[in-house]
Nanobody, 113 residues
Framework: VQLVESGGGLVQDGGSLTLSCTAS??????MGWYRQCPGKQVEFVAS???????NYADSMQGRFTISGDAAKKTASLQMRSLRSEDTAVYYC??????????WGQGTQVTVSS
């Protein structure tokens, strides 16, 4: 089982970024992202299930949009109106129908003011 993430980087305050994640070797039940902001605990960002049902953390609702294709085992997280407090390492995960989730290596998102 493997997850490959892409799309992080540096963006200015108010800008946008899209993160992508591709899984292999897994039958996907859901995919999503968590993040860890500097000096803080890991927190849930968003997820999308195999039936395309999205779920968002309250603070991301309206600014972040998750999409996915369970058959292709891909997910994308479009992030808009980024703020400095969105600076974090974002971790993609894939939840299988059975077993434990698999995690990506993490991708850095830095929002500069």
């Amino acid at each position: 089982v493997q997850l490959v993430e892409s799309g992080g980087g540096l963006v200015q305050d108010g800008g946008s970024l899209t993160l992508s994640c591709t899984a292999s070797g897994i039958r996907v039940y859901a995919m999503g992202w968590y993040r860890q902001c500097p000096g803080k605990q890991v927190e849930f960002v968003a997820s999308i299930s195999h039936d395309d049902t999205p779920n968002y953390a309250d603070s991301m609702q309206g600014r972040f949009t998750i999409s996915g294709d369970a058959a292709k085992k891909t997910a994308s997280l479009q992030m808009r109106s980024l703020r400095s407090e969105d600076t974090a390492v974002y971790y993609c995960y894939a939840d299988p129908f059975e077993g434990q989730p698999t995690w990506g290596q993490g991708t850095q998102v830095t929002v500069s003011s």
